[in-house]
Nanobody, 122 residues
């Protein structure tokens, strides 16, 4: 079983940047694809990005492409979500999740973190 812990959320102003981290337990971290999702109040969960276990393949959803980037450091068992030019509509709880598959689409994630709140407000 894998445990995921997100961190790095907070209150920022429009135009600011944040880097979220997703730290994982376990010695087989590099065999898991990791995805980032978010859920705003009264909205469905939204897939944002994913990265393969070896870091060679990434996917970014169109709504945040050009502003968000995903990366990973397998030596640190951590995946990052760099978020730039944040806007109020980015306000949500951000979650990371993992699956033991090379497929970096939005489906099939088995383990989820508890989430970290990101609030963008002036």
């Amino acid at each position: 079983q894998v445990q995921l812990v997100e961190s790095g959320g907070g209150l920022v102003q429009p135009g600011d940047s944040l880097r979220l981290s997703c730290a994982a337990s376990g010695r087989t971290f590099s065999t898991y694809s990791i995805g980032w999702f978010r859920q705003a109040p009264e909205k469905d969960r939204e897939f944002l990005a994913a990265i393969s276990g070896d870091g060679d393949s990434t996917a970014i959803t169109g709504s945040v492409k050009g502003r968000f980037a995903i990366s990973r450091n397998n030596a640190k068992n951590t995946v990052y979500l760099q978020m730039n030019s944040l806007q109020p509509e980015d306000t949500a709880v951000y979650y990371c999740a993992c699956k033991r598959s090379y497929n970096i689409n939005q489906y099939g994630y088995n383990y989820w973190g508890q989430g970290t709140q990101v609030t963008v407000s002036s």
